[in-house]
C-alpha cells in the first residue's frame, strides 16, 4: 500500500445557479494576461450543450484521454513514438477557433469621436490583433440555450442516446438544461502529465495537484490533446501551457481556492482524501462499467488504523491525515457514494467529483392542483427530463446504475426532510423511501446538513501545507528572507 | 577587398566567434532565461497552414541537417557510399529532394507570418532576421547542389578538412579558399546562423525532448522529500 494525500473536489450540480462568478474569480487572479486571455481555468457549461471549447467532449475530434486495449493503457492522442511526429505539428491540437477570440471594445472611441448626430459606439476589437472582429462565440456563448439545435442537439453526450430518447430530450414540454462549472480534475492518472515530452507537467506528490514547470515547458502542445477535459491551455504569447492550479498558494495559506471561496451557491466541497497510488494502473485499466466502483476503492478511510499507518510511513503527515477524517470529499464520494467522476471512461481518475443533477420532475395538472404522474416514488428520476443514459454517458461511464443510485438518495433525503419539517408527506412513505435508497435517517440527516446548512469551514478542509518543510528541504530557509513567495524572479515574456 | 583578407575574415574570425558566441549564449540564456527556451509554437492560432509550411519544413531541414552531420564526422563512409553511380544518384536526389521540401515549407511559413496577422502579431524581428538567414541558407545550399553537383563525394575532401581544422584550433585555408562563391558563401552563412541562433527561438532544437522516450509516463514531484523521487 502506498498511501497518498490529494486535494479532492465535489459539485453539487443541483446547487449551481450558474452565475459565473467562479469564473470571474478565477480570471481576476491567473488568467488576465496576455496569452491567458481565452482561457477560463473554471468555466460554468450548460447541458445539453457544447461547452467550452467546442465540443469538447468529442474524442473522435480531440482524441483526449486514455484507451484501453487488452490490458494495455495507451494515451489516444500520442505515445513515445508519435511525439517525435507529432512534435512538429500536432494533429488533433485545437486551435484559437474552437474556443473563441478573445476580444474588448474600444471604449476609448466613445470619449474620442467627433461631434456627430449619432451616439458613438464601441466596437467590439480582438485582443490578439487589435482588429475589428466580429464576435462568433464565447466562453458561455450557449448559456441556458437547453433545447437549441445549435448547441444542446450537438452535445457529443447525446450520442450514447436512441432517437426516441433524444426526441425525449427535445420536445418542448420536456426541455430543461443544468450548469456544468469545470476546472482541473487533477487526476490520478493524468494524461496531460503522461504525455508532457519535457516532464513540466507533474504531479505533487504532497496533495496531487498537477501543476506545469514553467521553466521547463517548451511549447510542445502534447499535454492540450491528451486531456480529455481540455483543461489544458496553450498561452499564445509565451509559448507555454497552463492550467488550473487549484490556486495552491492560497491553499498553502490556508484559504479555499477562489473559485470555491467565491461560490455564490455553495455547491463546492474541498477536503483531503488518502489514496492507494499502487493501484492506480490496475483500476485505470480495468473494464469500463467498472471504472466508478473501482475508483472509489481506490480512496481509503482515514479511520483505519492501519491507512493510518501506512500513510505515516509514506511521509504523510498527522495534521493531513486528521483533515483527511473530516473531508466532506470523503463523505460525498465514499460514505454516502453520490457524487461521481465525470466521463470516467477516459481513465485519467478524475479527482472532482459531481453529484448529479435532479431533472425537473415530470408532473399532470390534474384541475387545479398539479400531482404527480405515477405511484411509483422514484419514477421521476427513470422518467425525468432528462433521460437517465443522457446523465450517464457524463458521470456514470456509461453506467447508468450510479447515477440513479446517487439520484434516488438525494430524493429520499428531500422527501425524507419534507415529512419532517413540511409534513404533507407520512413518515412511513419518507422511511420506505430512505430503506429503498439504501440510506439511513442518520445519513440522510447528514446529507441534508452538509448539502443545505454547511459553514465555510466544513465545505473547504484544508490540511496544512507544510511549506515550510518543503522549504527547509530545498533550500537555506534564511536566503527566503524577504524574498518574493513564489513565481517568477523575472516576468515571463515571449522568446528573447 | 583583399583575397586573404576576406579569407581570414570569414573563414577564421567568423567561424570562432560564431562559435565562441553560440556556446557562451545559449548557456547564458539558459540559465538566466531558461523560461524564453520554447518552441514558440503558433500552431493555436493558426492550424492548417501551419501543417503545411512547418512539416516539410521540418522534415526537410533535419534530413539535411542530419547528413551535413554525418559528412562531418564520418566523410570516409560518406564518400565510400557515393563511389557508386547509383548510391550516389539516390544520395544527391534524395538530399536535392530534401532540400526543396525544405525551401517549399520555409517559404510557407514566411508566407504565413505575413499574411495571418494573428501570426503576424507573435512574430518579431529576431524571427525575421532567422527566417531570412534560413532563406538564404537552403537557397545557397541548393545552388550548390545544382551548380557544383556530387557533392557526397567531394564534401569529404574539401569541407570536412576546413571544418576539422577550425574544430582543432588550427584553421587551414588551403582547400576552402579555392571554393566556388557559391560554397563559400553557403559556409560563411551557416556560421552566421550558428551565430545567431542563441538569440532566436532556434534554441528550442537544444531542448528537443529525448528523456521523454525512455522516462515512465507519469511525473511525481516530491517537495518535502530531499531527492525528488519518481513514483
Ligand atoms: S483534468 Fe486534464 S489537465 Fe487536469 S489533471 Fe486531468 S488530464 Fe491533466
Ligand atoms: S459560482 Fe458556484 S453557483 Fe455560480 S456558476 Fe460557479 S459553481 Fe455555479
Known amino acids: 500500500m502506498d498511501v497518498r494525500a490529494q486535494m479532492s473536489m465535489v459539485f453539487h450540480l443541483d446547487k449551481c445557479i450558474g452565475c459565473h462568478t467562479c469564473s470571474i474569480a478565477c480570471k481576476n487572479i491567473w488568467t488576465d494576461r496576455k496569452g491567458t486571455d481565452y482561457m477560463w481555468w473554471n468555466n460554468v457549461e450548460t447541458k445539453p450543450g457544447t461547452g467550452y471549447p467546442t465540443a469538447w467532449e468529442d474524442q473522435d475530434k480531440y482524441r483526449g484521454g486514455w484507451e484501453c486495449e487488452d490490458g494495455e493503457l495507451r494515451l489516444r492522442s500520442t505515445s513515445k513514438t508519435k511525439t517525435v511526429f507529432n512534435i512538429f505539428h500536432h494533429p488533433h491540437q485545437p486551435s484559437m477557433d474552437d474556443y473563441y477570440e478573445p476580444w474588448t471594445y474600444d471604449y476609448q472611441h466613445l470619449f474620442n469621436a467627433p461631434e456627430g448626430p449619432d451616439q458613438p459606439t464601441a466596437v467590439p476589437i480582438s485582443m490578439v490583433t487589435g482588429d475589428l472582429i466580429q464576435i462568433k462565440a464565447g466562453p458561455n456563448w450557449d448559456d441556458d440555450m437547453g433545447g437549441s439545435p445549435v448547441y444542446a442537439e450537438n452535445d457529443p453526450n447525446l450520442a450514447q442516446l436512441n432517437p426516441d430518447q433524444r426526441a425525449q430530450m427535445f420536445a418542448v414540454e420536456r426541455l430543461m438544461f443544468f450548469y456544468l462549472p469545470r476546472i482541473c480534475n487533477h487526476c490520478l492518472n493524468p494524461a496531460c502529465v503522461a504525455a508532457c515530452p519535457s516532464g513540466a507537467l507533474h504531479k505533487r506528490g504532497e496533495d496531487g495537484i498537477v501543476l506545469v514547470d514553467q521553466n521547463r515547458c517548451r511549447g510542445w502542445r502534447a499535454c492540450i490533446p491528451a486531456c480529455p477535459y481540455k483543461k489544458m491551455y496553450y498561452n499564445w504569447n509565451t509559448g507555454k501551457s497552463e492550467k488550473c492550479i487549484l490556486c495552491y498558494p492560497r491553499l498553502e495559506t490556508g484559504q479555499a481556492p477562489a473559485c470555491f471561496h467565491s461560490c455564490v451557491g455553495r455547491i463546492r466541497y474541498l477536503g483531503v482524501v488518502l489514496y492507494d497510488a499502487d493501484r492506480i494502473r490496475e483500476v485505470a485499466g480495468l473494464p469500463q462499467d467498472e471504472l466508478i466502483e473501482a475508483q472509489r476503492s481506490l480512496i481509503l478511510d482515514p479511520r483505519d488504523p492501519a491507512v493510518a499507518a501506512a500513510a505515516r510511513r509514506n511521509g504523510v503527515h498527522d495534521s493531513v491525515v486528521d483533515s483527511a477524517c473530516n473531508s466532506p470529499t470523503y463523505r460525498f464520494v465514499k460514505e454516502w457514494k453520490i457524487a461521481l467522476p465525470l466521463h470516467a471512461e477516459h481513465r485519467t481518475l478524475p479527482m472532482l467529483f459531481y453529484v448529479p443533477p435532479m431533472a425537473p420532475v415530470m408532473a399532470q395538472k390534474t384541475g387545479t392542483t398539479v400531482e404527480n404522474i405515477s405511484e411509483d416514488l422514484f419514477h421521476d428520476i427513470d422518467e425525468a427530463r432528462a433521460p437517465i443514459e443522457y446523465m450517464a454517458a457524463m458521470f456514470g461511464a456509461g453506467n447508468s446504475g450510479k447515477v440513479r443510485y446517487a439520484l434516488r438518495k438525494q430524493k429520499a433525503v428531500r422527501w425524507y426532510r419534507r415529512a419532517l419539517t413540511v409534513g404533507d408527506v407520512d413518515m412511513a412513505t419518507a422511511d420506505r423511501m430512505l430503506r429503498e435508497a439504501d440510506c439511513s435517517a442518520a445519513e440522510a440527516e447528514a446529507i441534508y446538513k452538509l448539502t443545505s446548512l454547511c459553514t465555510f469551514e466544513e465545505r473547504f478542509v484544508i490540511p496544512p501545507m507544510h511549506r515550510e518543510e518543503a522549504i527547509e528541504m530545498l533550500a537555506d530557509p534564511m536566503s527566503h528572507k524577504q524574498g518574493v513567495g513564489f513565481g517568477f524572479i523575472e516576468g515571463p515574456r515571449r522568446g528573447l | ?231
Do not use: C
Open chain 2, 1 to 231: 577587398m583583399n583575397n586573404t583578407y576576406f579569407n581570414a575574415l570569414f573563414f577564421i574570425g567568423l567561424p570562432y566567434v560564431s562559435v565562441f558566441t553560440f556556446f557562451l549564449m545559449t548557456i547564458v540564456r539558459y540559465r538566466t532565461h531558461g523560461f524564453t527556451y520554447s518552441s514558440l509554437s503558433s500552431q493555436f492560432l493558426e492550424n492548417r497552414q501551419h501543417f503545411w509550411a512547418l512539416m516539410p519544413f521540418h522534415y526537410g531541414i533535419l534530413t539535411v541537417l542530419g547528413m551535413h552531420i554525418l559528412a562531418f564526422l564520418v566523410p570516409r563512409q560518406v564518400a565510400w557510399w557515393s563511389s557508386v553511380p547509383l548510391r550516389l544518384w539516390i544520395m544527391e536526389i534524395g538530399m536535392l529532394a530534401a532540400g526543396l521540401l525544405t525551401l517549399v515549407g520555409l517559404v510557407a511559413a514566411m508566407v504565413r507570418r505575413r499574411a495571418n496577422h494573428k501570426i503576424a502579431v507573435v512574430t518579431t524581428a529576431s524571427d525575421w532576421v532567422i527566417l531570412a538567414l534560413l532563406l538564404i541558407q537552403v537557397l545557397t545550399g541548393l545552388g550548390v547542389a545544382m551548380m557544383h553537383p556530387w557533392g557526397s563525394s567531394w564534401f569529404a575532401l574539401a569541407v570536412t578538412p576546413y571544418l576539422y581544422s577550425v574544430a582543432t584550433l588550427n584553421p587551414n585555408l588551403a582547400v576552402v579558399s579555392v571554393m566556388p562563391w557559391m560554397v563559400k558563401w553557403h559556409v560563411i552563412n551557416a556560421f552566421l546562423v550558428i551565430g545567431f541562433f542563441p538569440f532566436t527561438r532556434l534554441v528550442h532544437i537544444l531542448v528537443a525532448p529525448n528523456p521523454y522516450l525512455w522516462r515512465r509516463p507519469q511525473v511525481v514531484r516530491w517537495y518535502r522529500r530531499p531527492a525528488a523521487a519518481g513514483r
